[in-house]
């Protein structure tokens, strides 16, 4: 599986992606809480996205979670300056990388980290393609104009185990279905846990 990572300085912080996988659709999973860029590779998730990434289906990248990070150490809020750099230099480094100027990569993300992929969706619908938002830990409020996300591909999905909170995810999705926003809900029940091993068993069939 080809590896490939760049580093570089924003006006607010350095800067770290990593792609993994040689073609296919652009996919963008974010850490969970606060991890780094290559934490889904320590997790096993990238390998869990093995056979998907070498037949070419998709190109997994990731970045650092700094705003999370920010947020649980209790340093002044950085939401607005990763938000720009996602929309500007993550996104754009990602249509370089793919070679297609317009390409919309779908975000994932689960825990801390879905709602960092909601956030980023709901900020930017006509940038990236959707969302998949696993075991969200609070509810991402909705835009106040949200007619572009009826287009999007959106996924909520959930456990009902331990450390899972499924009315989070359950309140995201009856806000969107108030704007008749398309969403597909999926609650995989009491015997999935809030851990790696859920959204390792999860993500390839979700994608």
């Known amino acids: ?17 990593v792609r993994w996988g040689h073609f296919g659709a652009p996919v963008l999973i974010f ?4 991890g780094d860029y290559e934490e889904i590779e320590r997790f096993q998730l990238v390998a869990a996205l093995a056979p998907l990434i070498d037949q070419g289906r998709f190109k997994v990248y990731s970045v650092d979670g700094l705003n999370v990070r920010a947020r649980l150490s ?19 480094r990602i249509r370089v990388d793919c070679q297609d100027p317009k390409i919309e990569p779908m975000l994932v993300g689960a825990s801390l980290g879905a709602q960092t992929a909601v956030d980023a969706l709901f900020r930017h619908p006509d940038a ?22 009826k287009s999007r591909a959106i996924t909520i999905a959930t456990g009902a185990g331990n450390y899972e909170d499924p009315n989070a995810s359950k309140r995201l999705v009856d806000a969107l ?8 809900f999926i609650n995989w029940g009491a015997e999935r846990d809030h851990t790696w091993a859920t959204w390792r068993d999860q993500l390839p069939g979700l994608l």
């Not at 990236?128 to 996300?149: Q, W, Y």
């Open 1 to 17: 599986m080809q590896k490939q990572a760049w580093t570089w300085t924003t006006p607010f912080f350095p800067a770290r992606l």
């Open 31 to 34: 850490p969970t809480a606060g």
């Open 74 to 92: 209790g340093t002044p809020n950085i939401d607005e300056a990763y938000d720009s750099y996602l929309c500007g230099d993550v996104l754009q």
């Open 128 to 149: 990236f393609r959707g969302v998949i938002a696993m075991s969200l830990r609070t509810t991402p409020m909705l835009p106040l104009s949200a007619e572009k996300l």
């Open 177 to 184: 279905g108030a704007k008749s926003i398309p969403c597909r």
